[in-house]
């Protein structure tokens, strides 16, 4: 499944040298991988969710729906939970990772040291608390990001499932292999950086993997009222979670980060796969 295929490459190209999450390589595609998922939120899950709150099966429950921009407002507070998610979690991953260097001894002494030495030291701690605090972000971002990632990936699953119409499996079908893979990869680079041990990391990737498949597997009535709304909120609520994590944590991450400035031609090349995948994704829309 592309979707699989899509989280594995970052996790088995850790023993290639140009598949590493600190090459040039693995950069420009993650650039491009965040222009798909910056796309899917804003065209196409807005776009469903709009589409799902304003369909006419939900009969009388259509106007209440229709009196306020609910797409629109869910979006936003999934945003600023997902920023509070991101700013708890990362607050107790580095309180842990203090608590954890204090119990096991390593709290630097600096009684009785000479300035050369304390100079050294204080640069060694700075460089592990640089280390440790990165690992921490890789570790958040991972675990929020496949929230975003799986709610959305079950509707897409479910618009699979009860889809009748050849036409508009086929067009389902590229989408979703287009944008999952993409998904998939930013997913297991993020993992890939966390130092997730062997099994944390293959349950995170299973887990992502399986979603969509056990969409299509259920059964119910896509047009009835509650189905619709249900639809509609976590299309909206899966939007906010995935623009957020576009922006934030995957492209002002890396382009407002050291190494981007430093490598012009890095630059250029990233700036055009962001723009090519959102605007690639973006097209999608026109069949799906």
């Excluded at 090459?23 to 799902?52: C, E, N, P, Q």
Aim: aromatic fraction near 12%; charged fraction near 15%; proline fraction near 3%.
């Amino acid at each position: 499944m592309p979707r699989f295929r899509g989280i594995a490459i970052p996790l088995v190209g850790k023993s290639r040298r140009f598949l590493l999450s600190d090459a040039d390589v693995f950069a420009a595609a993650k650039a491009f991988a965040a222009g798909v998922i910056l796309a899917t939120g804003f065209v196409h899950m807005l776009r469903d969710s709009w589409d799902a709150l304003k369909d006419p099966c939900l009969g009388t429950d259509s106007r209440a729906w229709a009196k306020f921009p609910f797409t629109g407002f869910f979006a936003m507070v999934s945003t600023l939970f997902t920023l509070f998610v991101d700013f708890v979690a990362t607050e107790y991953y580095e309180y842990r990772e203090a608590r954890g260097r204090v119990e096991h001894g390593k709290v630097v002494d600096y009684e009785g040291s000479d300035e050369a030495t304390l100079l050294e030291t204080d640069s060694h701690s700075h460089h592990r608390d640089d280390v440790e605090n990165t690992v921490v972000r890789h570790v958040v971002v991972s675990q929020v990001l496949e929230l975003g990632i799986v709610s959305h990936s079950m509707i897409i699953g479910l618009s699979l499932g009860v889809s009748q119409s050849p036409c508009t499996m086929k067009a389902l079908i590229v989408a979703l292999s287009f944008h999952q893979f993409f998904e998939g990869f930013v997913l297991g680079g993020c993992i890939s950086q966390t130092q997730f041990k062997t099994l944390s990391a293959t349950i995170m990737s299973c887990f992502f993997a399986l979603t969509t498949p056990l969409g299509v597997a259920s059964v119910f009535n896509p047009y009835s009222p509650g189905a619709l709304i249900t639809e509609g909120i976590l299309d909206s609520l899966s939007a906010g979670i995935l623009v957020y994590m576009a922006l934030v944590d995957l492209i002002a991450a890396d382009f407002l980060s050291k190494k981007m400035p430093c490598n012009f031609r890095l630059q250029i090349i990233c700036y055009c796969l962001l723009f090519l995948g959102a605007g690639l994704m973006s097209s999608l829309a026109i069949w799906a």
